[in-house]
C-alpha cells in the first residue's frame, strides 16, 4: 500500500502487504481491512502500526467491497464472481454467513442507505440493485434502474450508465440524469456541501461533476488513463472507514 499526504497529494512511503485490492477502517478505527481478493480473505491490520494482526479467509470468490452497519457490529461484502454476499463479524473478526443473490450477475459496490437500515449492493452484469437486509442476512428487494456498472454516491445512490437514482421502498427510478455525448461514469464521491457530485469517467479517461439538484453536467474534465474511482477529501465525519472518501 502507499501512504499519501492528503494535504500534498504526494506519496509519502509504502506499507507491504499480501494482495492489496480495496481498504476500509472498521467504524471503531482499531483495525484496516486489505481485501485480498485473489487469496479469499480479509486481513485485519493494526490501525496504528499498520502490522497483521488476523487474516480470516471467507468462502467468496472475488471477495470486493464492503461496507459496515450503522453501530460498527458486522460488515457485508460482495462476492463478484460468487453470486453472494457474506456478512463477517467485527469484535471476534469472525465469518457468520453467506447469501446467494436473485437473480444471479456479478454484484460489486456495497453500500448502507442513510436510515441504516439496508445495504444496496450494485450489480453490474444482473443490471439492477439487491437490497440486503443485514441483520437477518436476507435480500428483502431487487431494483432493476439501468445497466450498473459498478459504483454508488457515497449516500447509497446507484450511479449507471445513465444516472438514474432509486426509492428504497418502492424500488421505483423517481429520476433520471443523462449525460451529453460519451460517458461511463464510475465511482465517485459528492462534495461537503452536497451540491456537486463528482464522477471518474472510467473508459473516457475524464471526470464528470454533476449538478445535483437537477443533474446538469457541469464540467468534464480530462485526466489520465482509465480512472477507476475518485476521492472527495475532506468529507463530514468524525472519521474514515476507506474506499472513495466513505466517512462516518
Given at each position: 500500500?502507499?501512504?499519501?499526504?492528503?494535504?500534498?497529494?504526494?506519496?509519502?512511503?509504502?506499507?507491504?502487504?499480501?494482495?492489496?485490492?480495496?481498504?476500509?477502517?472498521?467504524?471503531?478505527?482499531?483495525?484496516?481491512?486489505?481485501?485480498?481478493?485473489?487469496?479469499?480473505?480479509?486481513?485485519?491490520?493494526?490501525?496504528?502500526?499498520?502490522?497483521?494482526?488476523?487474516?480470516?479467509?471467507?468462502?467468496?470468490?472475488?471477495?470486493?467491497?464492503?461496507?459496515?452497519?450503522?453501530d460498527?457490529?458486522?460488515?457485508?461484502?460482495?462476492?463478484?464472481?460468487?453470486?453472494?454476499?457474506?456478512?463477517?463479524?467485527?469484535?471476534?473478526?469472525?465469518?457468520?454467513?453467506?447469501?446467494?443473490?436473485?437473480?444471479?450477475?456479478?454484484?460489486?459496490?456495497?453500500?448502507l442507505?442513510?436510515?441504516?437500515?439496508?445495504?444496496?449492493?450494485?450489480?453490474?452484469?444482473?443490471?439492477?440493485?439487491?437490497?440486503?437486509?443485514?441483520?437477518?442476512?436476507?435480500?428483502?428487494?431487487?431494483?432493476?434502474?439501468?445497466?450498473?456498472?459498478?459504483?454508488?454516491?457515497?449516500?447509497?445512490?446507484?450511479?449507471?450508465?445513465?444516472?438514474r437514482?432509486?426509492?428504497?421502498?418502492?424500488?421505483?427510478?423517481?429520476r433520471?440524469?443523462?449525460?451529453?455525448?460519451?460517458?461511463?461514469?464510475?465511482?465517485?464521491?459528492?462534495?461537503?456541501?452536497?451540491?456537486?457530485?463528482?464522477?471518474?469517467g472510467?473508459?473516457?479517461?475524464?471526470?464528470?461533476?454533476?449538478?445535483?439538484?437537477?443533474?446538469?453536467?457541469?464540467?468534464?474534465?480530462?485526466?489520465?488513463?482509465?480512472?477507476?474511482?475518485?476521492?472527495?477529501?475532506?468529507?463530514?465525519?468524525?472519521?474514515?472507514?476507506?474506499?472513495?472518501?466513505?466517512?462516518?
Amino acid at each position: 500500500m502507499t501512504r499519501v499526504d492528503p494535504a500534498t497529494g504526494k506519496p509519502d512511503g509504502t506499507i507491504p502487504v499480501s494482495d492489496p485490492y480495496n481498504m476500509y477502517y472498521t467504524p471503531d478505527g482499531k483495525y484496516a481491512i486489505v481485501v485480498a481478493e485473489r487469496r479469499q480473505q480479509l486481513n485485519f491490520l493494526d490501525a496504528a502500526s499498520m502490522k497483521l494482526s488476523h487474516s480470516l479467509s471467507v468462502p467468496c470468490k472475488g471477495v470486493d467491497h464492503m461496507d459496515f452497519s450503522a453501530d460498527g457490529r458486522y460488515l457485508i461484502a460482495s462476492c463478484e464472481f460468487g453470486m453472494a454476499v457474506i456478512k463477517v463479524g467485527i469484535t471476534q473478526q469472525e465469518f457468520l454467513g453467506r447469501m446467494p443473490l436473485e437473480p444471479h450477475g456479478m454484484p460489486q459496490d456495497v453500500k448502507l442507505s442513510p436510515d441504516g437500515t439496508v445495504f444496496y449492493v450494485a450489480d453490474m452484469k444482473a443490471g439492477g440493485v439487491h437490497l440486503v437486509d443485514g441483520e437477518n442476512l436476507r435480500q428483502i428487494g431487487f431494483a432493476k434502474p439501468a445497466k450498473v456498472r459498478m459504483g454508488f454516491m457515497s449516500v447509497g445512490i446507484p450511479v449507471c450508465f445513465t444516472p438514474r437514482i432509486v426509492e428504497k421502498e418502492a424500488c421505483n427510478v423517481i429520476r433520471k440524469w443523462q449525460l451529453p455525448g460519451k460517458a461511463s461514469p464510475d465511482m465517485g464521491g459528492v462534495s461537503a456541501d452536497g451540491k456537486v457530485l463528482w464522477l471518474s469517467g472510467r473508459f473516457n479517461s475524464e471526470v464528470y461533476a454533476i449538478d445535483t439538484s437537477d443533474g446538469k453536467l457541469l464540467a468534464r474534465i480530462p485526466v489520465g488513463r482509465e480512472p477507476h474511482g475518485l476521492c472527495v477529501y475532506p468529507q463530514p465525519g468524525r472519521y474514515s472507514l476507506g474506499h472513495t472518501g466513505i466517512f462516518r
